[in-house]
């Protein structure tokens, strides 16, 4: 297996710093190197001012990135700064996956995911570097089945 290395950005809660190096461990047994932009703990951001942190700090990261993925748990949901990540992405036409993290089947997705995501899956690396790569556009649930039905998604113009 020839090994990728993919740019990521990795939306999360702080809380959830922990799940990151999983998804990274995930992603390199199946053949792909995350070099990931994401603030975490080891990687903190000092800076106080919201617009600050977002025009100086977020958005240079982003658009660095060749993807955005959403690391999915309860706690995403409500996250200002989680949904902003992904309306900006969005807006630079990043391409977007959510991943189900590992064993939070009770989770809801964010409001912008469910806007704007590409693709959603599983706990599957092969799912989830298809996602990344582009060559797959489903949505699933935390256990792989098929996404309930939604609405289309919307492009940008």
């Not at 809380?15 to 990151?20: C, M």
């Amino acid at each position: 297996m020839v090994e990728q290395t993919k740019r990521v950005f990795i939306s999360h809660i702080h809380e959830d710093d922990v799940g990151l190096g999983k998804v990274k461990d995930l992603l390199s047994n199946h053949g792909v190197n995350i070099r990931d932009s994401s603030i975490n703990s080891s990687n903190p951001n000092e800076a106080k001012s919201p617009d600050y942190i977002k025009s100086e700090i977020l958005a240079p990261k982003i658009k660095w990135a060749g993807a955005l993925i959403v690391y999915v748990t309860p706690g995403t949901k409500n996250s200002e700064w989680v949904n902003w990540e992904i309306e900006y992405a969005h807006k630079t036409g990043t391409r977007i996956v959510g991943v189900w993290a590992h064993g939070h089947n009770d989770c809801e997705l964010p409001e912008a995911l469910e806007n704007y995501a590409d693709a959603v899956v599983g706990w599957h690396g092969t799912s989830i570097v298809d996602a990344i790569n582009g060559d797959c556009d489903v949505w699933e649930t935390p256990g792989g089945e098929s996404y309930p039905d939604r609405s289309i998604k919307p492009h940008n113009c």
